[in-house]
């Protein structure tokens, strides 16, 4: 493996990974694609990544960046002459990076506990997930992107989650579309690019992925 | 307001609220400093300004741009003042390596320093123990990687790393005292003790480090309320 060369230690059902793919595509930077089994990490992941041992793993010119929104900035600024993710003004950064925090601090947990747990601690978390979404919708605004006209850094750490939206619509027994429905237009129109499109499992596998799991946690 | 002051909603217990302030210091940048008294309820202004999270640290600038979360807030002032001294790293991997620290001890080692003071039990006590000198360990390697023999993880002058670990000093220092041990260890971490020393008594830190024992009383109190609510909880 060359120096120059980019890989990625990833997790396919995995939404932070999806983040880091969706910018590299945008950037349209050929990388080695290399999946990970999680109960059997593989010497590279641990070598790479020996704080978290988590995925995604990216590795540049033999170096690692860990966690996957440094990883989407840093892909940005490496190669800052195609397709931007973050915006040049400060202001507009510093929103960007709220909003990409924001995601990274409520979608994951509440979506988790949206599959994992029943009754009205799951009734609690479906409540505090649509409102999640909804603050996103009111961010969203009329924009055809969180990014304005283009696809930017919100859009990348968000729009993983769509892939997962059936998953907790059929666990959780709701339609994320009847509460949110200018949020599932933004997906839909982030699945017509192929950045995203080709970066997204489909959301079958991802609720068999969900079911695997509930059995393996013993998860009713 | 002028379009270009600037105004910083705080409160001078919180490692996070002074995080701004050291970085508009380093810019030397006026501001306006509002303490906002957290437990006496929080005012029209930081509500109006963070409706998210309602949380300090908050940097307002001009009539019209809240700034939010504390680190977002450092690197909006490195960028917005692009003609001072540079906080960020100019690297972009040094970039995402004083990222990825930043993170780490917002998300894993802070949260272990503050669970020794209210760990049930010795056990749970040790656990936490053991997890904030693990953490020091990984940041003196870091200090030794990223600051390449100068007196800062941002090398010649204090950067980005050095305000978001710095900023825990304070409640460090007060962990110490509470549980009379030393955490920060010449024999363990000699590079962060010497490093502490000098980020202390920076210019643009000293006037923001809250006063040890000041702060100490403070975590008596919080301590206290935590302990009560906890026992109100198990009551119900």
New interface residues.
């Given amino acids: 493996m060359g120096d120059e060369d980019v890989v990625l230690l990833d997790f396919w059902p995995s939404p932070f990974g999806m983040r880091v793919r969706i910018a590299l595509a945008e950037k349209e930077i050929k990388y080695e694609y290399k999946e990970e089994d999680l109960r059997n990490k593989s010497d590279l992941l641990l070598k790479m990544n020996p704080?978290h041992k988590k995925i995604p793993v990216l590795i540049y010119?033999g170096?690692p960046?860990?966690?996957s929104l440094?990883?989407v900035?840093?892909i940005d600024?490496?190669w800052p002459h195609k397709s931007p993710l973050l915006p040049t003004d400060?202001?507009q950064?510093?929103i960007a990076?709220?909003w990409g925090?924001?995601v990274d601090k409520k979608i994951y947990d509440l979506g988790r506990k949206v599959w994992t747990t029943k009754g009205e601690e799951q009734e609690a978390a479906k409540k505090e997930f649509i409102e999640c979404l909804k603050?996103l919708e009111g961010e969203l605004g009329n924009k055809a992107y969180f990014g304005g006209e283009n696809l930017g850094y919100v859009d990348a750490v968000l729009v993983p989650f769509y892939s997962w939206f059936y998953a907790y619509e059929k666990c959780g027994n709701f339609s994320i579309e009847r509460e949110c429905p200018k949020l599932i237009a933004w997906a839909k129109r982030c699945m017509e690019k192929d950045s995203v499109s080709k970066s997204l499992p489909d959301q079958d596998k991802i609720y068999d992925f969900v079911l695997h799991l509930k059995k393996v946690f013993g998860i009713e | 307001m002028a379009t270009n002051e600037v105004k910083v909603l705080g409160s001078w217990p919180s490692p996070y609220a002074m995080r701004p302030r050291i970085a508009l210091n380093l810019k030397s940048l006026t501001y306006e400093y509002i303490e906002e008294k957290l437990w006496e309820g929080k005012s029209e202004l930081l509500l109006q300004s963070n409706p998210v999270y309602k949380k300090i640290p908050v940097l307002i600038h001009g009539d019209n741009k809240p700034i939010c979360e504390s680190l977002i807030i450092v690197q909006y002032i490195d960028e917005a003042w692009s003609s001072g001294p540079s906080i960020l790293p100019s690297d972009p991997c040094e970039r995402a390596v004083a990222r990825f620290w930043a993170a780490y001890l917002d998300d894993k080692w802070f949260p272990a320093v503050k669970s020794i003071g209210v760990a049930k039990g010795e056990e749970a006590k040790k656990a936490a123990i053991a997890q904030v000198e693990e953490g020091l360990a990984l940041m003196e390697e870091a200090y030794d990687k990223c600051s390449k023999g100068k007196g800062y993880f941002g090398g010649d002058e204090v950067g980005y790393l050095d305000i978001a670990f710095g900023s825990f000093l304070g409640w460090l220092r007060v962990t110490e005292k509470f549980n009379a041990m030393k955490l920060l260890d010449e024999g363990k971490t000699p590079g962060l003790v010497k490093w502490a020393d000098r980020f202390c008594s920076h210019a643009a830190v000293k006037d923001v480090m809250p006063d040890t024992d000041k702060l100490a009383e403070f975590g008596k109190f919080v301590i206290a309320k935590i302990r009560a609510a906890g026992a109100a909880a198990e009551m119900h």
């Fill in positions: 704080i010119n170096k960046v860990c966690e440094i990883q900035q840093y600024e490496i400060p202001y950064r510093a990076r709220f925090d924001f603050l």
